[in-house]
């Protein structure tokens, strides 16, 4: 063999070599592209505990599928379990929102309920306690995920004054204490 045919063989093996390696490299990149679409190309379902825009003390819940696909069967769960709703004055749970599974929910889509009032959820001693609100649904090709937000109503209302309506005797108090500083200018 000549000078120059070792030199073709070299070469060949080298860009045999090159290709064997920009083979394995672009199937990671596939795989790579693959996981990064499923990841972008899923549902993502946030449920929030809001206060109602018009009387705070009335909370409400939100939600809304924020993925890019839509979401499939979707459930929702609520701790502690035992706040009355409103309109239905029995607990949470017993609620079709929290107790039946919605079959589908669209992307973009977005639900508001109005579910009960502050003091509604006082315990005996008349603290509020932390809201868990959860959320468990399906992307189209079966993955399942899970996710729950937690609410801390009493620091959400610690600024707010009384919830409640004030009795006669605080609206009597409050009436002499301003007639007192009228007194005094």
């Known amino acids: 063999m000549t000078a120059a045919t070792w030199v073709l063989v070299v070469a060949n093996v080298l860009l ?10 672009t199937g990671k990149m596939l795989r790579e592209q ?4 499923e990841r972008h190309f899923r549902p993502s379902v946030v449920v929030l505990l809001e206060p109602n825009r018009t009387c705070r003390a009335l909370q409400e819940f939100v939600v809304r599928n924020t993925g890019t696909c839509p979401a499939y069967n979707v459930r929702f769960s609520i701790k502690p379990d035992h706040i009355l709703s409103i309109g239905y004055r029995k607990p949470m749970k017993e609620l079709p929102l929290f107790s039946e599974p919605l079959p589908a929910m669209a992307q973009g889509y977005e639900a508001r309920h109005q579910l009960f009032f502050v003091e509604d959820a006082e315990d005996a001693e008349g603290n509020l306690p932390v809201v868990t609100l959860g959320v468990t649904y ?13 609410y801390a109503l009493a620091h959400q209302y610690k600024n707010m004054g009384v919830i409640a309506e004030p009795t006669l005797a ?5 009436l002499n204490e301003l007639i007192e500083c009228l007194k005094g200018r």
């Not at 045999?16 to 083979?23: E, I, K, N, Q």
């Not at 693959?34 to 679409?37: E, L, P, Q, V, Y």
């Open 170 to 174: 605080d609206v009597y108090k409050k």
């Open 138 to 150: 399906e992307s189209a090709g079966g993955e399942e995920f899970q996710q729950e937000y937690s």
């Open 34 to 37: 693959k996981r990064a679409n």
């Open 16 to 25: 045999v070599l090159v290709t064997l390696a920009y083979v394995v490299l």
